[in-house]
């Protein structure tokens, strides 16, 4: 099993950076149900003002690979696309269990 995670620091005032976040977090929750091999996901977006990055993504696959066939899918990258004008960084950790 590999855990997925991915920290994004979006651009913007905090309502544009708010508004794309609650957008993304809802179309990635969906993805479960469209990508075979997405086993989990779970988003947060930041509620502490002290820091400075304002989402995050825990998913599960099964295989390195399985992570491949989730960046490529068309679901994915439909949801990557919400918060693409407002990314400003992007930190990303694939472990295995």
């Given at each position: 099993m590999?855990k997925?995670?991915?920290?994004?620091?979006?651009k913007?005032?905090?309502?544009?950076?708010?508004?794309?976040?609650?957008?993304?977090?809802?179309?990635?929750?969906?993805?479960?149900?469209?990508?075979?091999?997405?086993r989990t996901?779970?988003v947060?977006?930041?509620?502490?003002?002290?820091?400075?990055?304002?989402?995050?993504?825990t998913?599960?696959?099964?295989?390195l690979?399985?992570?491949?066939?989730?960046?490529k899918?068309?679901?994915?990258?439909?949801?990557a696309a919400i918060?693409?004008?407002?990314?400003?960084?992007?930190?990303?950790?694939?472990?295995?269990?």
């Amino acid at each position: 099993m590999v855990k997925h995670i991915v920290t994004f620091k979006l651009k913007g005032s905090d309502e544009v950076r708010r508004d794309a976040a609650l957008k993304f977090k809802a179309a990635l929750e969906a993805l479960p149900a469209q990508i075979d091999v997405l086993r989990t996901i779970e988003v947060g977006i930041n509620e502490n003002p002290a820091e400075t990055w304002d989402v995050v993504l825990t998913a599960t696959v099964d295989t390195l690979a399985d992570v491949d066939v989730y960046a490529k899918h068309p679901a994915h990258v439909a949801a990557a696309a919400i918060i693409a004008p407002v990314k400003e960084s992007r930190a990303c950790v694939d472990y295995t269990l």
